[in-house]
């Protein structure tokens, strides 16, 4: 088959489907054909694609399940407004969390407390499981034996990202406003508030941001974010 040909068959299958593909799957659209098309052969396709949109409102990216076509994030501000539903915001509170997951998982919900001071909510624990940015992945074996979560593979899908090893580098994070920025979380200026989502309200100053950084920067130095198996 042409190179051209199979270009235009993966674009597509891109462009009908809502979730990633991976290689494997669109190597399986050629399956019946006489002559057989071969993985490098998409490999090669989704590259030139690629370079192709490039300059385009749209881009082909790869992400931990596979390869999408996805909108430029500087367009979201014009494509939103086709769209009734806004996309929501989240707490400080719920950024605190994700953070702590993300960069010092698996962790505990006691541990989180410990490192922010105050106690998680369940609506927060909530909110990240049903959006599939965390999962229990087994549980710690101390007294009670309290569930162990990490982040997974929507988690990396949402931010654009292929591995966990590819969050930015604490480093090069001076706060939790950066964190946010970076991942491209919109963020609700109101913390939360006692009755909304079971978190007394505290004072601003009440949450460390330099000890959560300097905390999950010790505990990052010790721990090899790529050891985590997603499944």
Wanted: glycine content about 4%; aromatic content about 6%; charged content about 30%.
């Amino acid at each position: 088959m042409a190179p051209d040909q199979i270009k235009k068959i993966l674009e597509a299958a891109l462009m009908a489907v809502d979730k990633p593909l991976t290689v494997a799957h669109l190597h399986a659209l050629f399956a019946n054909e006489e002559e057989p098309v071969e993985r490098d052969q998409v490999k090669e396709a989704l590259t030139t694609l690629q370079s192709e949109y490039d300059d385009r409102g749209v881009s082909i990216v790869e992400v931990a399940s596979g390869f999408r076509v996805q909108i430029d994030q500087e367009l979201s501000p014009w494509i939103s407004l086709l769209f009734e539903e806004r996309a929501p915001k989240y707490t400080r509170a719920l950024l605190e969390t994700l953070a702590l997951v993300a960069y010092r998982q698996p962790i505990t919900r006691s541990e989180i407390e410990e490192v922010r001071g105050v106690a998680v909510s369940t609506n927060i624990i909530k909110t990240l499981l049903e959006r599939e940015w965390v999962r229990v992945v087994g549980h710690k074996e101390v007294p009670g034996r309290p569930a162990m979560y990490a982040t997974t593979k929507e988690f990396l899908d949402y931010f654009n990202l292929r591995r966990i090893d590819e969050l930015p580098p604490l480093s090069e994070l001076k706060d939790l406003d950066s964190i946010a920025k970076e991942a491209g979380l919109p963020v609700d200026p109101v913390e939360d508030v006692e009755g909304e989502s079971g978190e007394s309200e505290i004072p601003e100053d009440a949450v460390d941001e330099e000890l959560i950084s300097q905390e999950l920067s010790e505990d990052g130095d010790q721990r090899d974010a790529g050891n985590v198996v997603l499944h």
